[in-house]
Nanobody, 118 residues
Framework: QVRLVESGGGLVQAGESLRLSCAAS???????????MGWYRQAPGQQREMVAM???????NYADSVKVRFTISRDNAKNTVYLQMNSLKPEDTAVYYC?????????WGQGTQVTVSS
């Protein structure tokens, strides 16, 4: 069974940092087919948006709103992707979802809440 388990969300003040983790588990076939892993977020009343993505080979892509402040990293041996979020702003408040694709199919985690108070 495919699972994406997120951790690391919470409540912080503006300017502080958080680190999100997402660990993927599943069959060997699924794990060896993992390509893109990363993060989306959805704020109340808004559409889900891409935050940062990474490919298995190390390419990364960021939303303009988080460039410089957020860093995505990945440990392929552990099938885990991380999101280091620095200089957090109230507008970063959202549910953050881990996303992964394997062999042409997309998978999602349950989400972790990040709340940034001003």
């Amino acid at each position: 069974q495919v699972r994406l388990v997120e951790s690391g969300g919470g409540l912080v003040q503006a300017g502080e940092s958080l680190r999100l983790s997402c660990a993927a588990s599943g069959s060997i076939l699924w794990l060896t087919g993992l390509n893109r892993m990363g993060w989306y977020r959805q704020a109340p009343g808004q559409q889900r948006e891409m935050v940062a993505m990474s490919t298995r080979r190390g390419s990364t892509n960021y939303a303009d709103s988080v460039k410089v402040r957020f860093t995505i990293s990945r440990d392929n041996a552990k099938n885990t992707v991380y999101l280091q979020m620095n200089s957090l702003k109230p507008e970063d408040t959202a549910v953050y979802y881990c996303s992964a694709d394997s062999r042409g199919n997309d998978y999602w985690g349950q989400g972790t809440q990040v709340t940034v108070s001003s």
